[in-house]
């Protein structure tokens, strides 16, 4: 009985580990595509301002695409898989909390 137990426990980590590295693979081929709009929206912001309105919106996506950005590199700083020796209930809130804080950056992404 504690060997199924056991058993189940570490199949139940290794699916929310994989939950979490199936969005951060998804978040990471974004990345690409969000480096090359900030280059181009650089290089838009670097031009005359013929409309203030179109300035301030690009501003604004400027500032949505580097908090994109920088909660990716926070994340994956402090993201940390080697759960050796933790027992598995913290293992279990750790990688719910992990999952939570990679949503996150997938929204920002997408926004």
């Known amino acids: 009985m ?12 290794k699916e929310l580990l994989n939950n979490i590295l199936k969005v951060h693979d998804k978040v990471m081929a974004k990345d690409e595509a ?9 290089s838009l912001l670097k031009l005359p301002a ?9 501003k604004t996506l400027e500032l949505k695409l580097n ?3 920088e909660s ?5 700083q402090k993201f940390d ?5 933790k027992p598995h209930d913290e293992i ?3 990688y719910d909390d992990q ?7 997938d929204s920002l992404m997408n926004a």
Request: aromatic share 4%; net charge neutral.
């Open 34 to 42: 969000l480096m090359k709009n900030k280059m181009a929206l650089d």
């Open 2 to 13: 504690v060997i199924i137990a056991c058993s189940d426990n570490k199949k139940q980590e």
């Open 67 to 69: 908090a994109a950005e």
């Open 72 to 76: 990716m590199e926070t994340w994956m």
């Open 50 to 58: 013929k409309d203030t309105a179109e300035k301030t919106n690009m």
């Open 81 to 85: 898989p080697d759960v050796t020796n």
């Open 92 to 94: 279990v809130k750790y």
């Open 99 to 105: 999952q939570k804080a990679i949503m996150s950056v």
